[in-house]
């Protein structure tokens, strides 16, 4: 890793943790791993960095003064799918329950090691990668038909512009609720485990917390119809034909 400064192409990350020496470690080290970070020591203050500029990933702590990160990460999806990573200090799950349902795409619980971390955010960034269709309705963005057009009811993705809508109407998905419903998508009818979509989404390489798959597709559900995606008891998920 190189000691010079981060190029103007880096990824911007927005880290918002109270904890000075905290705040300074971190902003170091994923400097190092040639990210762009700012930091910010408070939610309000982290809310007027995120409306001053665009950033890439935003890593917000739970437990912060005057906005705490569940509703930092409440106010951001009002306006932006950004990726956003959870930092909670408590192991007893309020606060990832908390922080998922809110629209964050992950979380880890603190102390985190910085390789752990950075591997958290590189999986978040790719999930990014997809093309986004444009903020708001977009009616530019409706999709066309074709072999790259999947419909299962008024459900309808657009594979080649990663544009989904239900009964015509474009639905702002974040990107990590987007590759699941392409993993959906792509096996129809087929019940996904939940630890099956850990691998494929999430790039987790071991048994972690499924509640994060629990709660995405809890999200998913609200916004392309709750019956649409079937709960198959004791092993997973499928998306109704």
Same mark, same amino acid.
């Given at each position: 890793?190189?000691?010079?400064?981060?190029?103007?192409?880096?990824?911007?990350?927005?880290?918002?943790?109270?904890?000075?020496?905290?705040?300074?470690?971190?902003?170091?080290?994923?400097?190092?791993?040639?990210?762009?970070?700012?930091?910010?020591?408070?939610?309000?203050?982290?809310?007027?960095?995120?409306?001053?500029?665009?950033?890439?990933?935003?890593?917000?702590?739970?437990?912060?003064?005057?906005?705490?990160?569940?509703?930092?990460?409440?106010?951001?999806?009002?306006?932006?799918?950004?990726?956003?990573?959870?930092?909670?200090?408590?192991?007893?799950?309020? #606060?990832?329950?908390?922080?998922?349902?809110?629209?964050?795409?992950?979380?880890?619980?603190?102390?985190?090691?910085?390789?752990?971390?950075?591997?958290?955010?590189?999986?978040?960034?790719?999930?990014?990668?997809?093309?986004?269709?444009?903020?708001?309705?977009?009616?530019?963005?409706?999709?066309?038909?074709?072999?790259?057009?999947?419909?299962?009811?008024?459900?309808?993705?657009?594979?080649?512009?990663?544009?989904?809508?239900?009964?015509?109407?474009?639905?702002?998905?974040?990107?990590?609720?987007?590759?699941?419903?392409?993993?959906?998508?792509?096996?129809?009818?087929?019940?996904? #485990?939940?630890?099956?979509?850990?691998?494929?989404?999430?790039?987790?390489?071991?048994?972690?917390?499924?509640?994060?798959? #629990?709660?995405?597709?809890?999200?998913?559900?609200?916004?392309?119809?709750?019956?649409?995606?079937?709960?198959?008891?004791?092993?997973?998920?499928?998306?109704?034909?």
């Amino acid at each position: 890793m190189s000691s010079s400064p981060p190029p103007e192409t880096a990824e911007r990350i927005l880290l918002v943790e109270d904890d000075d020496l905290m705040r300074r470690s971190f902003g170091s080290a994923l400097e190092r791993y040639g990210y762009r970070v700012r930091t910010a020591g408070d939610g309000l203050e982290g809310l007027e960095h995120f409306r001053e500029q665009e950033f890439d990933l935003l890593i917000l702590d739970v437990m912060l003064p005057g906005l705490d990160g569940i509703g930092l990460c409440r106010r951001v999806r009002e306006t932006s799918l950004v990726p956003v990573l959870m930092m909670s200090a408590r192991g007893d799950g309020l #606060d990832v329950v908390a922080g998922l349902e809110a629209g964050a795409d992950d979380y880890v619980v603190k102390p985190v090691d910085t390789y752990v971390l950075v591997a958290r955010i590189r999986s978040l960034l790719r999930r990014a990668t997809y093309p986004r269709p444009a903020a708001g309705s977009g009616t530019e963005q409706t999709p066309q038909s074709g072999p790259g057009v999947v419909e299962f009811g008024e459900l309808r993705i657009d594979m080649g512009g990663m544009v989904v809508t239900v009964g015509g109407a474009p639905v702002a998905l974040t990107p990590t609720e987007l590759k699941v419903l392409l993993e959906f998508a792509a096996e129809p009818g087929i019940v996904l #485990d939940r630890h099956a979509l850990l691998r494929n989404v999430w790039d987790y390489g071991w048994d972690a917390d499924t509640r994060v798959v #629990d709660l995405c597709v809890q999200r998913l559900r609200r916004k392309i119809g709750r019956d649409r995606i079937e709960t198959v008891r004791g092993f997973g998920y499928k998306l109704r034909r």
